[in-house]
T-cell receptor, first 115, second 110 residues
């Protein structure tokens, strides 16, 4: 089955720790995205990547880092510089065809809690 | 500034009571407007893509329509299993970024 997987489903972080969230897709999509979702707010873009070895900051990139070494994988690291990391994190992917819009497909999410 | 506004924030319906959700958008050139369904604690599930004014898409009890300023998600004779948060997003021309609304929380009572 084609789709997007995220792991772990739940993650707990202590103060001062860096943690890495995994995102893998087998849809052969070029573009991948990371969003943060907080109660009562829309999805906010953290980072996105349109092609391997290239990525751009989104609206709330401070305190986060990413890499895109393989087409299928786009891990997100939440660093100790992110002061309020407790949230639901969503990974998505899409095609990058020009012209018409490209629907995104989402993974199941990772809920990160700071202890 | 590109913007998406969804209304109402929350909606309670009796089973079988049809209604509509609204997504108003301001964007400099529309590449696509997307509707998603999200259940609690899960990732959004793709429902529809609309590309141009006048376009309509249907799936079971759901029908999405698009004008130059807004989109509606019509729910006909809803069932309790339609309870979820419905998200709207737009993609502007010349960008790979998406702008999401805050969603409408729908509760259908049996």
């Amino acid at each position: 089955d084609g789709g997007i997987t995220q792991s772990p489903k739940y993650l707990f972080r202590k103060e001062g720790q860096n943690v890495t969230l995994s995102c893998e897709q087998n849809l052969n999509h070029d573009a991948m995205y990371w969003y943060r979702q907080d109660p009562g707010q829309g999805l906010r873009l953290i980072y996105y990547s349109q092609i391997v070895n290239d990525f751009q900051k989104g609206d709330i990139a401070e305190g986060y880092s990413v890499s895109r070494e393989k087409k299928e994988s786009f891990p997100l690291t939440v660093t100790s510089a992110q002061k309020n990391p407790t949230a639901f994190y969503l990974c998505a992917s899409s095609t990058t065809g020009v012209g018409s819009g490209n629907e995104q497909f989402f993974g199941p999410g990772t809920r990160l809690t700071v202890l | 500034e590109d913007q998406v506004t969804q209304s109402p924030e929350a909606l309670r319906l009796q089973e079988g009571e049809s209604s509509s959700l609204n997504c108003s958008y301001t964007v400099s050139g529309l590449r696509g407007l997307f509707w998603y369904r999200q259940d609690p604690g899960k990732g959004p599930e793709f429902l529809f893509t609309l590309y141009s004014a006048g376009e309509e898409k249907e799936k079971e009890r759901l029908k999405a329509t698009l004008t130059k300023k807004e989109s509606f998600l019509h729910i006909t004779a809803p069932k309790p299993e339609d309870s979820a948060t419905y998200l709207c997003a737009v993609q502007a021309s010349g960008t790979y970024k998406y702008i999401f609304g805050t969603g409408t929380r729908l509760k259908v009572l049996a």
